[in-house]
């Protein structure tokens, strides 16, 4: 089973501020399989980058994906009020479909 | 529009059964492998099964195999999970979801329904 563990657990930022979240895996996964998804309070997630790398449709660019093999990341390059939520990455390269706990981005 | 609707869930005994259905809408849904992911409340994101859009491949994480049946109706647009012998800990709600390129059951889900509630408690 591939562990994906993300770092930090929680990132506490101001708006207007960049935060970089963090997505490891235990084993290489293929970017073609990783993304990273939003959930906020009582909502479905949200398909955020798929492909490691790609934006989903309707997703404001400045969210970005990068990384390759075993590290991932999510870049916010300038934080919203409405960014302030869970976020989850998740691989689907190989059964068991593995996703990491998560990294909660709050309000500082 | 993509649309995606869970139902089937309540409350249920431990030991019980219950089976969950989502129908799918705004899609060629036969051409699209589905999943079934539950998040315990105030927990992470954990996938349970997805089925490939011929029905032919289902893979379980281990917590669900031999438990949970996952299957789907192309005629109906519609997914199923069949759950027996509960456990207080499938306590969650269970989502389904849409693949995002069709005949790849690897790639990643975009469109999630709102989620069903299924409570384990006697």
């Known amino acids: 089973e591939i562990v994906l563990t993300q770092s930090p657990g929680t990132l506490s930022l101001s708006p207007g501020e960049r935060a970089t979240l963090s997505c490891r895996a235990s084993?290489?996964?293929?970017?073609?399989?990783l993304a990273w998804y939003q959930q906020k309070p009582g909502q479905a997630p949200r398909l955020l980058i798929y492909g490691a790398s790609s934006r989903a449709t309707g997703i404001p660019d400045r969210f970005s994906g990068s990384g390759s093999g075993t590290d991932f990341a999510l870049t916010i390059s300038r934080l919203e009020p409405e960014d302030f939520a869970v976020y989850y990455c998740h691989q689907s390269d190989t059964s068991p479909k593995t996703f990491g706990q998560g990294t909660k981005l709050e309000v500082k | 529009e993509v649309q995606l609707v869970e139902t089937g869930g309540g409350l249920v005994q431990p030991g019980g059964s219950l089976r969950l259905s989502c129908v799918g809408s705004?899609?060629?849904?036969?051409?699209?492998?589905m999943s079934w992911v539950r998040q315990a409340p105030g927990k992470g994101l954990e996938w349970v099964s997805t089925i490939n859009y011929s029905g032919a491949d289902t893979p379980y994480a281990d917590a669900v195999k031999g438990r949970f049946t996952i299957s789907r109706d192309n005629s109906k647009n519609t997914l199923f999970l069949q759950m027996d012998s509960l456990r207080a800990d499938d306590t969650a709600v269970y989502y389904c979801?849409?693949?995002?390129?069709?005949?790849?059951?690897?790639?990643?889900?975009?469109?999630w329904g709102q989620g069903t509630l299924v409570t384990v408690s006697s």
């Open positions: 705004g899609f060629t849904f036969s051409t699209f492998a």
């Open positions: 084993q290489s996964v293929s970017s073609r399989y």
């Open positions: 979801a849409k693949t995002m390129f069709p005949r790849d059951s690897r790639t990643s889900p975009d469109f």
